[in-house]
């Protein structure tokens, strides 16, 4: 195996013979397997779409086989297998298909659009030579990476619209597109960044699709202040980002006498007022995705996983725990739909009924619902703060969390920020300093909380405005300054984003990806100022212009 997708990738370069993150070499060596097979339906639905045919069915496939690869998501080797099974299986579909209506496919010749078997051995050994290394040029497998990273992220976003019923033709096409392009030979370098920027504004697409998808369905975020304390009723955790698969149990435990609670990037599920309308719905329970082995240990009830991140469960609570979409790993229960798309979680309830309720592990509030509809609607308060010197810069704080200690660098960050700044955050990394007290600066609280990783959506919608009404030219000239952690892949979708925006000097830490060669790396800092980050008081000078 060899895979540097995320920010633990191993000696900072990439796991070789165990993920970090649990995920075992053959399971490894199979989603590069499904990657390929998801290129080879490219090549043929690609042509599809274009002479007219409904591509509906492969563009989904290929957004789920893409998710199902994120990090933490899927760790079950059956699944891979199953699924590449499924793929190889359409593909001849959508080759028919295409030969059907006249079309040319004698174009078609590379082996990810022509290789086959229907063994599990075979996979095995044909994953071994479809990986990430297959490309030896150092600069060209980078930049083939980044893209394949962005689209996962893209994926999964894409995936949660869906689940509500909203797609968007022009990220599928640009999907296909892009998984053919990094099977192409004769691409220039250049041509890989052009499509590596062309992934940044589907980026922003498939974020404002999301948006609209979870607003028109659940209302707009609203503040909210969230108890992290719990209840004495037997109880359901929820995780991940699937806010259908929330909806769904959150009904079907209503009268049940089983409580939910949030976990991790399921926090802002309490912001959305179609959800904090029922009183069986009581709190946050814990923090971020990696302190789950201790958290779902003393939450005592079952737990849905319905995305990333799922750590490798310990066998104290492992049979508590489900999957549902994208996620997987072996031995667990995984929740299936029926036809019309319907989730039965029943099993996961009569399962909370037998379950001791959550032990205590803390207390008290946190507030959060600042996506852009509510921050727009404080726009003239926000506006004064600035103009007055109140407020003298945003930090926009976004992305993920995880195990890592140097990631400390941004609790500690958060508290050294002076009085007269405020964060903007959305995703994971907000575990690490939304429970400080950092106070507000005239009723607008310090730590704006917009939700989930891709309401990075809502900063970038934040930010637009400002610069409208400050008549500025260009976004870089307010005063928003961007110190971005980053984890797995939607945070890559969500920083290809931002630079499609035209977001200069983002920092990223707590360390540059793995994926980067030094070349790629030199382009993103050249072209866009990209920077990574050092201690917390060199960069809290850089960032305030000391
Ligand atoms: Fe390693 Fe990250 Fe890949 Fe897991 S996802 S195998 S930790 S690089
Ligand atoms: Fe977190 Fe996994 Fe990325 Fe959605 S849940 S931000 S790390």
Redesign the pocket.
């Known amino acids: 195996m060899f895979?540097?997708?995320?920010q633990?990738?191993?000696k900072g370069t990439?796991?070789t013979l165990r993920?970090?993150?649990g995920?075992p070499a053959d399971v490894?060596n199979l989603q590069d397997l499904l990657i390929y097979s998801l290129k080879g339906i490219s090549f043929y639905n690609n042509r599809a779409r274009e002479l007219g045919i409904d591509t509906k069915k492969a563009d989904r496939l290929i957004v789920e086989g893409l998710f199902m690869t994120i990090?933490n998501a899927n760790f079950d080797k059956a699944r891979f297998v199953a699924r590449i099974k499924d793929a190889l299986k359409l593909r001849d579909e959508v080759k028919e298909s295409v030969v059907k209506v006249g079309g040319s496919i004698s174009d078609i010749t590379h082996d990810a659009a022509t290789w086959f078997s229907d063994s599990e051995e075979l996979f095995e050994e044909k994953s071994r030579y479809v990986g990430v290394l297959a490309t030896e040029n150092e600069d060209v497998r980078s930049l083939r990476e980044l893209l394949i990273y962005g689209l996962k992220g893209m994926a999964a976003y894409a995936e949660h619209a869906l689940n509500l019923g909203y797609e968007d033709d022009g990220v599928y096409t640009f999907i296909g597109k892009a998984l053919v392009a990094t099977t192409d030979n004769t691409l220039s370098a250049d041509e890989l960044v052009a499509l590596v920027m062309e992934c940044g504004k589907y980026g922003v697409d498939v974020m404002a699709l999301l948006d609209k998808a979870n607003t028109s369905t659940y209302g707009h975020p609203e503040i909210t202040s969230v108890n992290i304390g719990v209840k004495n009723n037997p109880a359901i955790l929820v995780s991940g980002h699937d806010l259908k698969d929330f909806e769904q149990l959150l009904e079907q435990t209503e009268g049940t006498g089983v409580d939910v609670y949030t976990h991790g990037e399921m926090l802002p599920a309490h912001y959305y007022p179609s959800f904090k309308k029922h009183s069986h719905f009581v709190g946050n329970y814990g923090n971020a995705w990696w302190k789950q082995d201790k958290e779902f240990d003393s939450f005592n009830g079952p737990i849905l996983l319905t995305t990333n991140c799922l750590v490798p469960p310990k066998d104290s609570y492992r049979d508590r725990v489900y999957t549902t979409g994208a996620v997987g790993f072996e031995g667990l229960t995984h929740i299936v739909p029926d036809a019309n798309g319907e989730k039965d979680f029943s099993q996961i309830i009569e399962h909370a009924k037998k379950c001791a309720s959550p032990i205590e592990i803390e207390t008290g509030e946190i507030v959060g619902g600042f996506a852009h509809n509510t921050v727009l609607s404080l726009a003239d308060k926000v506006v004064d703060a600035v103009k007055s010197g109140a407020i003298k810069r945003f930090f926009v704080m976004a992305g993920c969390d995880g195990r890592m200690k140097s990631r400390d660098y941004y609790t500690e960050f958060a508290k050294t920020l002076p009085q007269d700044t405020v964060i903007l955050t959305a995703g994971c990394a907000k575990y690490k300093y939304n429970k400080l007290e950092l106070g507000d600066i005239g009723g607008i609280p310090r730590v704006l909380d917009a939700g989930q990783c891709n309401d990075s959506y809502s900063l970038a919608v934040i930010a637009l405005k400002l610069k409208e009404v400050f008549e500025l030219n260009d976004i870089n000239e307010l005063p928003i300054s961007y110190n971005i952690a980053w984890y797995e892949q939607k945070a890559v979708i969500v920083l290809l984003a931002l630079l499609y925006l035209g977001v200069k000097n983002i920092h990223l830490g707590p360390t540059l990806p793995a994926f980067l060669s030094a070349n790629v790396a030199k382009v993103l800092v050249d072209t866009f100022g990209i920077g990574g980050i050092t201690n917390v008081e060199d960069d809290m000078k850089m960032f305030m212009g000391a």
């Open positions: 895979c540097f997708q995320c633990e990738a191993a990439g796991c993920g970090v993150c995920k490894a990090t």
